[in-house]
Nanobody, 128 residues
Framework: QVQLVESGGGLVQAGGSLSLSCSAS????????LGWFRQAPGKEREFVAA????????YYADSVKGRFTISRNNAMNTLYLHMSSLKPEDTAAYFC?????????????????????WGQGTQVTVSS
């Protein structure tokens, strides 16, 4: 089992930046595929970004590509999401997630069902 706790959410103006962190405890953090998802009010949860356990390969949703950066520090058991050029449509609760390490296609790594450990979420609000 791994427990995940997000932090770093808040209120930011459009065009601004914000960094989220996800601290993990429990089983070996480095062996997991890690991802960020978000859920806006009235909408389904959607994929934001993911990073593999081998090689640290990164994947992004088209809506955040070029603006968001996912990274991980296995020694610190921490996952990060740096968000820049934020837009009001980025407003959502952001969740970190962990799933089995492995080699996945971009389509597979973005699917919620791959991940079996979830944090409680942190709110990001972008004002216009």
């Amino acid at each position: 089992q791994v427990q995940l706790v997000e932090s770093g959410g808040g209120l930011v103006q459009a065009g601004g930046s914000l960094s989220l962190s996800c601290s993990a405890s429990g089983r070996t953090f480095s062996s997991y595929t890690l991802g960020w998802f978000r859920q806006a009010p009235g909408k389904e949860r959607e994929f934001v970004a993911a990073i593999t356990w081998i090689g640290g390969h990164t994947y992004y949703a088209d809506s955040v590509k070029g603006r968001f950066t996912i990274s991980r520090n296995n020694a610190m058991n921490t996952l990060y999401l740096h968000m820049s050029s934020l837009k009001p449509e980025d407003t959502a609760a952001y969740f970190c997630a962990a799933g089995p390490g492995g080699a996945y296609s971009p389509g597979r790594i973005s699917i919620e069902g791959l991940y079996d450990h979830w944090g409680q979420g942190t709110q990001v609000t972008v004002s216009s």
